[in-house]
């Protein structure tokens, strides 16, 4: 039988169903209704959760049970008698650390965006739990991009094809393979780019090789990860310096991976939302210049402080509903 493990948290703090699924990572996997799968740190992990706890179970590659198999036909209101009443505390260290869950109270979050800004209180009825993850920041930076003038269901193919094809196959499970990231090292060998253009990722395939040859060459493994400790307007300028890399996805990157969490990625969708709801003098702009961008994102960030790239998270799903 697979071992379940739990802890408490509420629903106003996470929810799964749209934080994992909301354009920040693109391998979560409804494996069946309500159980999310991925792969972090080398494991297969699959989660569920109900209003006031996450249950999850983890599976190592030398141990590969059928994991998704056993756990499957559970209903929802089983797992609360299958799962153990306490943790793992190394397997509830990662997720805790990948949902930033001792980094900010997300209910006081709300509370304040809401006071600050009456458009927040109306958008967040719908959006309650949406989080910022931490990933990995290789696995951040070639998803996004792959999410070049593309949408959810393409990125996601691509980064798909990244992991089959130069990551590691970790294990089977569920008649699916699953696979590691690629390390920077394996994108940058020879060949990468011919390859990437046969499996149809388009001019993105130079981006990918030339960027990851630009890592390997002039930086060490740990490069990406030491963006971490820069202040985010530096992290952002050496993000930009790597081919494929401007403004918007140097943004998701320092949001999502960087721990910079007043990075604001702009695009037409944060454009329109600008224009519309917080500085109608942006409906006279024909296009999003360097220079808007940055007016756009400061304006939030006085708006909505420190944590202003989690608020925006929150609006565009919104928008995007919306349309």
């Known amino acids: 039988m697979t071992r379940w493990y739990s802890f408490p948290c509420k629903i106003q703090e996470l929810q799964l169903s749209i934080t994992l699924v909301c354009g920040q990572s693109f391998r979560w996997r409804e494996s069946s209704p309500g159980l999310w799968t991925n792969v972090l740190e080398g494991k297969l992990w699959t989660l569920r959760q109900d209003d006031s706890a996450v249950y999850y179970t983890v599976t190592d590659p030398d141990d590969a049970s059928d994991a998704l198999g056993s756990v499957t036909h559970l209903e929802a209101g089983d797992f609360s008698k299958h799962a153990c009443s306490e943790s793992d505390d190394k397997y509830e ?120 040859s630009y890592i390997a060459e002039n930086h060490s493994e740990l490069w990406l990860y030491s963006l971490r400790d820069r202040p985010y307007l530096e992290a952002k300028a050496e993000l930009m310096k790597l081919c494929g890399v401007g403004a918007k996805v140097a943004d998701c990157v320092c949001l999502m991976s960087l721990d910079k969490s007043g990075a604001i990625p702009v695009d037409t969708h944060v454009w329109q939302i600008a224009a519309a709801s917080y500085m109608p003098q942006l409906k006279q702009k024909k296009s999003l210049t360097d220079s808007t961008y940055q007016e756009i994102g400061n304006f939030f960030r006085d708006l909505w402080g420190d944590y202003a790239g989690w608020a925006h998270s929150v609006s565009v799903l919104f928008c995007l509903q919306a349309q």
């Open 93 to 212: 260290a990662v997720l805790r650390d990948y949902f930033q869950l001792d980094r900010a109270n997300l209910t006081a979050l709300y509370e304040h965006w809401g006071t600050a800004d009456p458009n927040f209180r109306k958008v967040a009825v719908d959006f309650a739990g949406v989080r910022i993850l931490r990933q990995d920041p290789v696995e951040n930076l070639f998803s996004f991009i792959c999410s070049s003038n593309n949408n959810i269901t393409r990125i996601s193919g691509m980064v798909e094809k990244l992991c089959s094809e130069y990551g590691k196959k970790l294990l089977e499970c569920g008649g699916i393979d699953y696979y590691s990231f690629p390390s920077v090292k394996s994108l940058a060998g020879e060949g990468v780019e011919d390859r990437l253009r046969e499996l149809g990722f388009g001019y993105r395939a130079k981006y990918i090789a030339q960027t990851a």
